[in-house]
Every structure is written in C-alpha cells, then in structure tokens.
C-alpha cells in the first residue's frame, strides 16, 4: 500500500510546524521538558503514520506503542483543552481567550490524523493478536 500524496502532504506540513514550535520554542524560552516532549511526540506521530502506510515495517508495533499514543494523546489534550500556558513557562505576548481557545482547537484539528492513524494501528493490533483470545 503506498501512502497517498495528501498523506505526503500532511507529512511535510507536519515537519514544518515542528520546525516552527522548535523556533517558537527558543525564542519564548519554553520550559526545556515540554520542548523536549513536543519534539518526540511529533516525530512518533510521524514515525506512526510511516508505520501504518508501509506494511513491511508494521510489525514494529507493538503493545508498548499502544501506551505511548495514549500517554501522548492524554498529554496533547490535557494541555490543549485543560492546561494554561502559565503551565508551560511560556512567556508569549497577551492574547485574548477567544485566540488562544481558536489556537487550541486548530491544534487538535491538525494533530487529529496522526491521532487516528496511531488509533487505527492499536485497533489492528489489538484484533490480529487479542481478539482470538475471547472465543
């Protein structure tokens, strides 16, 4: 199965807002663990969706990968929906609450494919090796 080019697409996007938080980042002083964080959780996010449009490498996932996307689906959101930047140690410019409730919801709207591809993997997996199990 070959990945489709608005996967592709999706891909390079993906890799330039990490480029940009990495910039953002440096220049807002952010606290070091949530920088180190938001750097692995995009590469694994896109080493996610590598794995599920290549199937000659989709037996490197395993169980371990299932906990993995639910702790960094859990931090995403827990810091989207939830969390302050104050929580951050961001120290970003005043904005309203309307923007910075808009900057979250096209956070979880962009993330929101690579969410359901790591969703749709832990799925297969679960089937193939688990299911059989309940018969």
Do not use: D, G, W
């Given at each position: 199965m070959?990945?489709?080019l608005w996967m592709e697409i999706y891909i390079l996007?993906?890799?330039v807002?990490?480029?940009?938080?990495?910039i953002f980042h440096f220049k807002?002083?952010?606290k070091k663990i949530f920088f180190i964080y938001?750097?692995?959780?995009?590469v694994y996010m896109i080493y996610l969706i590598i794995i599920y449009w290549t199937p000659e490498i989709s037996s490197f996932f395993?169980?371990?990968n299932i906990i993995a996307l639910i702790l960094i689906i859990s931090v995403d959101f827990y810091f989207t929906i939830w969390g302050n930047p104050e929580d951050l140690g961001?120290?970003?410019?005043?904005i309203s609450k309307k923007e910075q409730e808009v900057a979250k919801i096209i956070s979880i709207v962009f993330a929101s494919p690579a969410y359901v591809i790591g969703l749709l993997l832990s799925i297969n997996l679960i089937a193939v090796n688990y299911l059989h199990l309940f018969k």
């Open positions: 070959q990945m489709p996007v993906f890799i807002l990490m480029l940009s938080n990495i807002h002083k952010i938001e750097i692995l959780s995009a395993n169980f371990l961001l120290n970003m410019p005043k």
